[in-house]
Nanobody, 125 residues
């Protein structure tokens, strides 16, 4: 069973940077495995942030974070990272890691079948 564990969230101020991590375990990750970041703010729907594929890369971003976010993978550690810069209060949300075997790079919730528990990011103004 694939397990995704997020870390790196916290309370930061507007303009600060933060790096989120998602460690994957439970399968052979030497074959392509697409991982994505989604976020959900209170009373809002969960939305796509960025995605990349282990052993391939090919990052993709939502327009809301393009230019401020960098997604990367460590294929040896089977870990996905999300570097967020120039954070804004509207970036405050629970950030979830998601995964799906193969090279997919989907931006919809239904494109992924594994999910982490989430990590809270709060950006104060």
């Amino acid at each position: 069973q694939v397990r995704l564990v997020e870390s790196g969230g916290g309370l930061v101020r507007a303009g600060d940077s933060l790096r989120l991590s998602c460690a994957a375990s439970g399968r052979n990750f030497r074959t392509p495995f697409t991982m994505g970041w989604f976020r959900q703010a209170p009373e809002k729907e969960r939305e796509f942030v960025a995605a990349a594929t282990l052993n391939i890369g090919s990052p993709t971003y939502a327009d809301s974070v393009k230019g401020r976010a960098t997604i990367s993978t460590d294929n040896v550690k089977s870990t996905l990272y999300l570097q967020m810069n120039t954070l804004k209060p509207e970036d405050s949300a629970v950030y979830y890691c998601a995964g799906i075997p193969g090279f997919r790079l989907g931006s919809r919730l239904e494109d992924y079948n594994y999910w982490g528990q989430g990590t809270q990011v709060t950006v104060s103004s």
